[in-house]
């Protein structure tokens, strides 16, 4: 049996101090000791979504938080505008139907970023509350531009509502720098945490639109659990080692720094594309891509079920395939959480092998010298590009 | 410092599988190996709430738990009658409102139940789809008789909703037997793991009701999560740790059986009470009391603050308050999940010094022996009154 690696775009492998955290013995949620780490990960919190805003810690999936969003933000019959550019962008809609809105949906080719004038024109069009965007589409791994979205949400007076979850500790999204109203995550991607929390945090006009909003919901008011957590504990009992776990992984962010956190995703990411791109496979995402997660289209005559399955059983390596209409077409790589270099290395080369065996004809060599030298050339820099734009 | 006990009716201490099971390092939510581990999670399930019937998990607490029932099994403006015991009976109540359902309240005084004949003449003059209760209400130590609500229920044409928070894995609650239509729990009671799973079974009658309503939300919809469960997986990313943390405890009630648990909790409480009886004190509830924790009214006289730190900073046990009105009035002593007859004896040694200590004058002898043989008395039957129950 291979040593197995997890390189899906979340969950991700996890350090060692965050499973050392998850494991230690239960403490009291309404005790002292849970309070001061609560109150360090609300302040860790804060840095990592580039915020003043509390970041509202939740007991749920990414899901579960986008839900709590549309369900504080909005009245039932409320317009919104969705940007549907894969599964997660089908989810807002879908969340967004279920709350009975009245959805504009501006509909993307998978792969594909939405562009700006046709947002704006859309906006112009028609009277909406919000516009519902993923930053990063973990479907397809496209990112969208979500700091010119924001500013045009400013501009036409609608809430910037973004799922974050792809995103938030993985590329640069600082909120409160870009405007945008509600930002949200999951514990499972960026953070390197098993799932099962959720975070969302609301500009102040988000917040008074919240107060505008009648039925919230119970478990996801997100009113009550300001007025809780702003006491350092949370409305219900929450997910207790996933939060002692959470202070172990915002202790590595607030050491490191955002800034070289970004560079080492970016370093990474150009790992895998400049891998992939000279082996001749042809990337999903072509200019705007995510830093957590590179989507490959799969040559023309090669099963992706037998790919990934070859890739599992003989080389270790567990990655994704594509969902709805593009499985078997497209593979994920994840590359978010504890995974370095060399991990995406080995995996580049036993995807290559893999290809190889399912028939594929196309032998290369030197790719991953010089996947791997584009990786230190990045990282050797001393000012990243991305650093400049998160200051 | 002294060594940590914590005995809390939830969060409790966690086994050391349990421990070793939650630090695991990750596996993906949609490949074999989690599957395989959640369909035997799946079947044990069946078997700790006694039911043919799939037992849904979900990544939330015990209250979102409690929201997905509701959610699922009434549409709004229909007529409930909710029992209301204590802070979780008034929990009903808040997410019954929050449904804006038509709520016939029961009130009862904090360590009272329910008398069935007060809930007939109830049902007889109130059209109502269902009742909603607690099996065990966790703020007073109450065991509410569910087996003749739910043939009330059953008499009745309603449906019996029974929140089984410190209820399932601690008391006899057999869904099927019972005839229950909707049994929850949570993950850090009678299971013994951290908290952020919670866990909803349906009998037929209450699957057909979920099909007739309409708006049950998104993330809490149990018809999706029972189509995804059905084929072990989920709706929705779930709490991957906590579900290979559930796999370690639910494989103890297995080989252990849940007659031997329901017999070694007896012997628990037995123990404890007669240790708080013999010194003095008084139990608030004084006939239908749950198995995993009990409540005792302080002395007057006595802060009930400065006892549970005395207790907390010098003999090493966390306990908890009094809720609501009876904060400062009760303390509550957990005794669920991996604890044992010694944990709870140094308890009543430290509680009866601790209340020396904040001025109380009756100083006891024996009582700890004499709980103590209490334990072992009941622990040595070969058959138990609780075994019969559940056959």
Same mark, same amino acid.
């Given at each position: 049996?291979?040593?197995?690696?997890?390189?899906?775009?979340?969950?991700?492998?996890?350090?060692?101090?965050?499973?050392?955290?998850?494991?230690?013995?239960?403490?009291?949620?309404?005790?002292?000791?849970?309070?001061?780490?609560?109150?360090?990960?609300?302040?860790?919190?804060?840095?990592?979504?580039?915020?003043?805003?509390?970041?509202?810690?939740?007991?749920?999936?990414?899901?579960?938080?986008?839900?709590?969003?549309?369900?504080?933000?909005?009245?039932?019959?409320?317009?919104?505008?969705?940007?549907?550019?894969?599964?997660?962008?089908?989810?807002?809609?879908?969340?967004?139907?279920?709350?009975?809105?009245?959805?504009?949906?501006?509909?993307?080719?998978?792969?594909?970023?939405?562009?700006?004038?046709?947002?704006?024109?859309?906006?112009?069009?028609?009277?909406?509350?919000?516009?519902?965007?993923?930053?990063?589409?973990?479907?397809?791994?496209?990112?969208?531009?979500?700091?010119?979205?924001?500013? +045009?949400? %400013?501009?036409?007076?609608? @809430?910037?509502?973004?799922?974050? /979850?792809?995103? =938030? *500790? !993985?590329?640069?999204?600082?909120?409160?720098?870009?405007?945008?109203?509600?930002?949200?995550?999951?514990?499972?991607?960026?953070?390197?945490?098993?799932?099962?929390?959720?975070?969302?945090?609301?500009?102040?006009?988000?917040?008074?639109?919240?107060?505008?909003?009648?039925?919230?919901?119970?478990?996801?008011?997100?009113?009550?659990?300001?007025?809780?957590?702003?006491?350092?504990?949370?409305?219900?009992?929450?997910?207790?080692?996933?939060?002692?776990?959470?202070?172990?992984?915002?202790?590595?962010?607030?050491?490191?720094?955002?800034?070289?956190?970004?560079?080492?995703?970016?370093?990474?990411?150009?790992?895998?594309?400049?891998?992939?791109?000279?082996?001749?496979?042809?990337? +999903?995402? %072509?200019?705007?891509?995510? @830093?957590?997660?590179?989507?490959? /289209?799969?040559? =023309? *005559? !090669?099963?992706?079920?037998?790919?990934?399955?070859?890739?599992?059983?003989?080389?270790?390596?567990?990655?994704?395939?594509?969902?709805?209409?593009?499985?078997?077409?497209?593979?994920?790589?994840?590359?978010?959480?504890?995974?370095?270099?060399?991990?995406?290395?080995?995996?580049?080369?036993?995807?290559?092998?893999?290809?190889?065996?399912?028939?594929?004809?196309?032998?290369?060599?030197?790719?991953?010298?010089?996947?791997?030298?584009?990786?230190?050339?990045?990282?050797?820099?001393?000012?990243?590009?991305?650093?400049?734009?998160?200051?």
């Amino acid at each position: 049996m291979p040593k197995l690696r997890l390189l899906t775009p979340g969950p991700t492998p996890l350090s060692e101090p965050v499973k050392k955290a998850l494991s230690l013995d239960m403490i009291h949620h309404r005790k002292q000791a849970f309070q001061e780490i609560f109150r360090q990960v609300q302040k860790d919190l804060q840095y990592l979504f580039g915020t003043q805003q509390p970041v509202l810690i939740l007991t749920c999936s990414g899901t579960g938080a986008m839900e709590a969003s549309v369900l504080n933000l909005f009245n039932p019959g409320e317009k919104v505008v969705v940007i549907n550019g894969g599964k997660f962008g089908q989810r807002w809609k879908e969340i967004a139907q279920s709350r009975e809105l009245d959805v504009v949906e501006v509909k993307l080719e998978w792969g594909k970023t939405v562009q700006l004038e046709q947002l704006s024109s859309i906006l112009d069009q028609n009277q909406v509350q919000g516009v519902l965007v993923q930053a990063s589409e973990t479907s397809t791994g496209v990112l969208h531009p979500i700091e010119e979205i924001a500013a +045009l949400c %400013k501009q036409k007076n609608v @809430l910037c509502v973004v799922d974050g /979850i792809s995103a =938030v *500790g !993985i590329s640069p999204c600082p909120m409160d720098k870009w405007g945008i109203d509600c930002l949200l995550t999951g514990s499972q991607k960026g953070l390197g945490l098993p799932p099962g929390l959720g975070f969302v945090a609301l500009s102040q006009k988000a917040w008074d639109k919240v107060a505008q909003v009648k039925a919230r919901g119970f478990y996801f008011d997100l009113l009550r659990e300001k007025q809780k957590q702003a006491q350092a504990q949370t409305a219900y009992t929450p997910a207790i080692n996933l939060i002692v776990g959470l202070a172990e992984s915002l202790k590595y962010f607030r050491e490191k720094g955002l800034a070289k956190i970004y560079q080492k995703q970016r370093a990474l990411t150009e790992l895998v594309r400049t891998g992939l791109t000279q082996l001749g496979l042809e990337l +999903l995402a %072509k200019t705007n891509y995510t @830093l957590g997660l590179t989507s490959v /289209i799969l040559p =023309v *005559g !090669i099963d992706g079920n037998e790919l990934l399955a070859i890739l599992a059983e003989k080389y270790g390596y567990l990655i994704a395939g594509g969902q709805d209409h593009l499985k078997g077409k497209i593979v994920r790589i994840g590359h978010m959480g504890y995974v370095d270099y060399v991990d995406l290395s080995g995996c580049l080369f036993g995807l290559h092998q893999a290809l190889l065996e399912c028939g594929w004809a196309n032998k290369s060599r030197h790719f991953l010298e010089n996947a791997m030298e584009v990786y230190w050339k990045i990282m050797a820099k001393e000012e990243d590009l991305w650093e400049k734009k998160t200051k």
